[in-house]
């Protein structure tokens, strides 16, 4: 029997809503005392290519659109930032009995691109977020949007280019190290912008690419080779690895993730509503796991906050917390934000 092609949005299948509340696990078991044995930077690095490979599933079709660059930011501000706020307030009032000095006040609630001592630890990829999506929204532009995309691409590529092919061309070791640190010391230009790009690059070939088994097995084994071959150097995903390794493994995750996507597209498996539930509470339990253990450590005696018993319970709490916002707090306040964007 013929399968049935699935009709879901490229940016909603299961398969990527899974992986989004995995990544976010991994993340929040990693910051656990008793439980720090899972590999936090995995989750990290799978964010920033799945960041890209929705952004392309998702907005393809407002490339070269006045209003894209727009409508795109102001989605983005609201999947981010009220949920933000709201987990970052009572941080603050934690740490300064009120609101913080006054100049760190801006750069805490605005989450700008550049590097700030957190308050809420993994409020630091939010930033590089921020980042991709301003830089994205621009590439949306009609006329110029494309010019500014191939730009930002190969602005970030340069950081792979070895020293020895700069010096080949004789340029002062001055300028070498400026560029390098230009490069390396900024939001924008950077080498994590390559996990974006290759989800860029997944999600292209994902909505250019008819359903088919063999692109979804091919994208699988090549991604999924990629990502053994490049893990082995990070320690299996406990640490960042250098840039060339990165490009590499960065390919690796969003090979997977297109042949994932490509076999839930050819109805091969349908994971259902669940797998959207698991998508929603994923940026709740990313964004609100440290305030909530911030308070356990406030609360509960040294003894038993490293119990491992006592952290398996906090465990289950951060779920349920989790689930608690995403359905009464999170996905209610972005539907309103939403609404009142169309209607203005």
């Known amino acids: 029997m013929k399968k049935s092609v699935s009709s879901a949005p490229a940016h909603r299948l299961g398969s990527l809503e899974l992986g989004r509340l ?19 930077p995995l989750g990290v690095q799978y964010f920033f290519v799945l960041s890209g490979f929705v952004m392309i599933t998702a907005h393809h079709g407002d490339f070269g659109r006045w209003r894209g660059p727009l409508k795109f930011w102001w989605r983005r501000i609201c999947r981010i930032y009220p949920l933000y706020w709201l987990m970052l307030l009572p941080v603050m009032f934690y740490y300064y009995h009120g609101l913080a000095p006054a ?18 630890p993994p409020a630091w990829t939010l930033r590089f977020e921020v980042a991709f999506y301003i830089m994205f929204g621009l590439c949306l532009i009609p006329h110029v949007g494309r010019v500014i995309l191939a730009g930002w691409v190969l602005s970030v590529l ?69 990502m053994f071959m490049k893990l082995r150097v990070t320690q299996w995903g406990y640490v960042y690895p250098g840039p060339i390794n ?85 996905r209610p306040l972005q539907r309103m934000l939403r609404r009142g964007y169309k209607n203005a």
């Open 246 to 330: 990165l490009a590499v493994l960065s390919l690796g995750y969003a090979g997977v993730m297109f042949g994932l996507a490509m076999l839930e597209r050819c109805g091969v498996f349908h994971l259902g509503k669940w797998a959207a539930w698991a998508g929603a509470i994923s940026y709740p339990l990313y964004i609100s796991h440290s305030p909530l253990l911030l308070a356990a450590d406030k609360l509960l005696p040294a003894h038993l906050r490293t119990n491992i018993l006592v952290e398996g319970v906090l465990l289950l709490l951060i779920y349920a917390v989790a689930i608690w916002l995403a359905f009464n707090v999170d």
């Open 22 to 40: 995995i990544a976010a696990s991994l993340v929040m078991v990693s910051h656990l005392v008793s439980l720090d044995a899972a590999p936090g």
């Open 103 to 120: 100049g760190t006040n801006w750069a805490l609630f605005a989450l700008t691109p550049r590097v700030v001592n957190d308050l809420i």
């Open 158 to 226: 340069w950081l792979l280019v070895p020293i020895h092919v700069f010096r080949f061309f004789h340029i002062h070791r001055y300028n070498i190290m400026f560029l390098r640190a230009v490069g390396l010391n900024n939001h924008f230009i950077s080498v994590f912008e390559l996990y974006f790009f290759a989800g860029l690059l997944g999600g292209w070939l994902l909505i250019k690419s008819r359903p088919s088994i063999v692109l979804a097995l091919a994208g699988l084994l090549t991604g999924g080779a990629l």
